[in-house]
């Protein structure tokens, strides 16, 4: 028997237990806390990502080779 075998009368009870066993005030304060650890993560994820285009367009901007003496070395 496993997870996939559960059903929705099964959630429905799950759902039920874990709201008496809490109350309404306490999940809805964890959801938010859920919510808001959801959106710092994205947040983290984008800015690590702007991060590492920044990075690689500082990288393509400096292929060019650095001027030498322009003197002729004989």
């Known amino acids: 028997m496993g997870l996939g ?3 929705l009368p099964g959630l429905l009870l799950i759902a039920i237990v874990v709201l008496v066993l ?3 005030g306490k ?3 964890l959801m938010g806390e859920v919510g808001k650890g959801i959106t710092a993560f994205k ?3 984008d800015d ?3 991060e590492i285009e920044e990075e690689a367009s ?3 901007r400096d292929v060019t080779p ?3 003496d322009t003197k002729d070395k004989v």
Do not use: H, L, P
């Open 27 to 29: 999940i809805s304060s």
């Open 66 to 68: 650095e001027k030498t």
């Open 48 to 50: 690590g990502k702007k």
């Open 58 to 60: 500082e990288v393509a």
């Open 22 to 24: 809490f109350g309404r």
């Open 5 to 7: 075998n559960i059903g």
């Open 43 to 45: 947040k983290g994820v």
